[in-house]
């Protein structure tokens, strides 16, 4: 395997912190995050260069793709519905970010650039999906070399029913009855080290092991804790009410709650790549 200087934007979030482990040690690494603070005490990220830098301010991103070879680019807004102090947008974050970053990197002279987008994205109606293939598009128009990863839900989203389940009493979204295949950060990490290191353009649609429906996922948090499951349904309906009054004082928890109430309502099943099993990693975090 050739060693490349590789630059992960996003590198101190759920999926970058994986990409570090996975990639550290065996090519060269420029780490960018909005604070270098992350890897205080990161013993791996040590030995790797850190660029402190903001996607949305393009002053601070100038030389950060010096030297690259490959951008790897897990770059988004929070999709935590209780971090009511991050009203930035996925339009603002997802979409322009990630065109600053582009326009770096092509500055620059990488050669491959790889993006993580979401499974289904293509077609599914939400102001959350539409930023990232928007920024799709203007990737493949670029002239780079890319690799884009569409994984389903990661693991830590559902966590949210693990802290449900501790309540005592989880909701869900509609019947319950959609089915998925949740897939952990770390075999994400694992596909977008992938689709860095290949050649060629790639499109990568990725799931877990497991394939439940939303209800088996609530019951399945309240097994790792070892209690009878309580699961009550919310009417589909009610997210969609919500949004409209939301949206005035936080755009992005308003797109948020759209997307949520429609990935919980629709199938999102896709191929297979992942390891890691759902009611392990609740478990873990219990």
Request: net charge positive; with cysteine.
């Amino acid at each position: 395997m050739n060693k490349q200087n590789i630059l992960i934007a996003g590198a101190g979030g759920a999926v970058g912190k994986h990409l570090v482990e996975h990639l550290s040690g065996e090519h060269s690494l420029s780490l960018l995050t909005r604070s270098r603070t992350t890897f205080s005490s990161d013993s791996q990220a040590s030995s790797n260069r850190i660029v402190e830098a903001n996607v949305l301010n393009t002053s601070t991103l100038r030389g950060a793709c010096e030297g690259v070879h490959t951008v790897i680019s897990t770059v988004g807004a929070s999709l935590d519905l209780r971090a009511m102090s991050d009203k930035r947008s996925f339009m603002e974050v997802d979409l322009q970010g990630n065109l600053n970053l582009l326009e770096e990197a092509k500055r620059s002279g990488v050669q491959r650039f790889v993006y993580l987008s979401a499974f289904g994205a293509e077609s599914m109606p939400t102001a959350y999906t539409n930023a990232h293939e928007a920024f799709v598009r203007h990737l493949k128009a670029s002239g780079l070399e890319y690799g884009i990863v569409r994984p389903t839900g990661f693991f830590y989203v559902n966590l949210e029913f693990l802290g449900m389940a501790k309540s005592g009493i989880a909701s869900v979204i509609g019947n319950g009855k959609a089915r998925t295949n949740p897939i952990h950060e770390a075999d994400v990490a694992k596909a977008c080290a992938e689709a860095a290191l290949k050649q060629g353009n790639l499109e990568m649609n990725i799931g877990g092991p497991e394939t439940f429906t939303r209800q088996e996922i609530a019951e399945l948090a309240f097994a790792a804790l070892g209690k009878k499951p309580r699961v009550m349904n919310i009417p589909a309906f009610i997210p969609t009410l919500m949004k409209p009054l939301v949206s005035p004082f936080n755009r992005r928890i308003g797109d948020l709650v759209e997307f949520l109430a429609y990935v919980a309502t629709h199938e999102c099943v896709a191929p297979v790549y992942g390891e890691k099993r759902l009611g392990d990693y609740f478990r873990v975090h219990c």
